[in-house]
């Protein structure tokens, strides 16, 4: 083999551009290098808020996925029989590594996706380190002591966790490295070696963690990366023989095909997809406190969050001051430059994207919709080749209407009028997809007896998007199969061996 190649088929160290230049041509990360992808073909990438590009993407090929997959191969044997905490001390490293770089997080994250600073500070950076700490912790913890054991008369069986093997980790590009991090953190603590497939359009910050991982000196192979888009680079992943688990997080079209790859092979598969989610509203709500969390719920990263809340239901009593207040609250919402520290709305991740989220207001309009409040914002010349659309709320339409049961994944909200707590339950479930939603009452006994009745895998009531790292995240019906979060990402990225050991 060729010294200078990191595998058979081929990958050679590539010369990465200065942090900081534009534009940056990006490189691949394999067996503890960057390194050139094997096609002659980029992805653009662009800044959401001013459609100028700053950086090219590999368009990583199968040849490029073979070199990741196999470097991940063969670093497991010896990366899964490290102990699990000197394995949360890796994790621990790496926060720190990455909390020096939280301003340069908020940054890139910030220019790659358009969304605001305050908001790439606030929930990304924060969550990238904090999900590596997190996972340090609780693996710290949770087989610190004596193996999980089940005593019989005669025999005592001791429950093993042993990694599942080759990892493929495929993220989207709403909450890039905050979502990655998710997924590394955990498969790595417990023992398993990965291939990140980040998304072609917010590619920097996956980038970033490989070159912290780079610095702290993690042993090679154990996190490889592949940038490119999925049919390149995604599909020939999720499919490959030697990857042993999947955990996708993206739409739910994509998802249907990953399962589709991944099952005939019978890999570990999470899917975590997309959703429609529900904001409850009664009549005995705090109305203040419930304007403000609802139009957060909605608005987020340009609703550009699964779990944001784009159906509004609410109940006949208070609907018409409600409606008024939230149009006040969201028209009175700052949009415009994410480097801007007052901003509170950025810019739509892609001009496609955008047209997208455009066709669903027209539909909306055909369907019988009141446009509320919405529109083009006004900005300055900078911003006029970005994607840009103003929070948009539609009233009058069916809760069968298409723009009311599908994922439109932007800023845009239909809300609706209920009489009953039944009718709102009807409602909220009144869609394929099942992931989260919110109740906002002033009676908790009321509050947990409506959660309990939606469909969806999480439910906030009188707060939103309140996140415990320490519980179940998932949704159910089209929103994926499967729950990450605390003890469930331990446990879907192990496979727990059960060793009967009979007594004399
Ligand atoms: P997407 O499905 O288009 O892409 C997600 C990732 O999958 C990208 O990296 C993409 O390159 C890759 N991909 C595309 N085709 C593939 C294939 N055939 N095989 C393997 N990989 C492939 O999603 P998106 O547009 O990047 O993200 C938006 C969607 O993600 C929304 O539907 C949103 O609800 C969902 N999402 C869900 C969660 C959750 O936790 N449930 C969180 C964030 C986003």
Partial sequence: MDPDKCCESGCTPCERDPVGSEP???CNYIDGEFVCHSSEQWKNVLQPATGERFARVPLSTRTDVDCAVSAAKKAQPSWGRLSHSERADWLDKIADALEAKYEDIAALESKDTGKPISLARAVDAYRSVANFRFFAGLIRETYAGQREHFEMEDATNIVVPKPVGVGALITPWNLPLYLLSWKVAPAIGMGNTVVCKPS???????????????????????VNLVHGDGLGAGSPLTSHPDVDLVSFTGGTATGAKVA??????????SLELGGKNASIVFDDCDMEKTVEGVTRAAFLNQGQVCLCGSRILVQSGIYDDFVDSFVNSVESMKIGDPS???TQLGALISA?????????????????????????????????HGNWLAPTVISGLSVDARCATEEIFGPVVTIHRFESEDEAITIANNTRYGLAGSVWTSDLEKG?????????????????????LRTPFGGVKDSGVGREGGRWSLGFFSEPMNICLKHD
């Avoid at 589709?260 to 598969?269: E, Q, R, V, Y």
């Avoid at 455009?358 to 019988?368: D, I, P």
């Avoid at 947990?448 to 415990?468: P, S």
């Fill in 24 to 26: 940056r041509d990006l």
């Fill in 200 to 222: 072609e359009f917010t590619p920097m910050t996956a980038d970033l963690l490989m070159e912290t991982i780079h610095e702290v000196g993690l042993p090679k192979g154990v």
């Fill in 260 to 269: 589709a790859a991944a099952s005939p092979i019978f890999k570990k598969l």
């Fill in 340 to 342: 801007d520290e007052s």
């Fill in 352 to 384: 496609e994207h955008l047209s997208k989220v455009e066709s669903y207001v027209e539909l909306a309009k055909q369907e019988g919709g009141e446009i509320l409040t919405g529109g083009y914002p006004c900005l300055p010349k900078d911003f006029e």
């Fill in 448 to 468: 947990q007896r409506v959660a309990e009745d939606i469909d969806t895998g999480m439910v906030w009531v009188n707060t939103w998007l309140h996140r415990d």
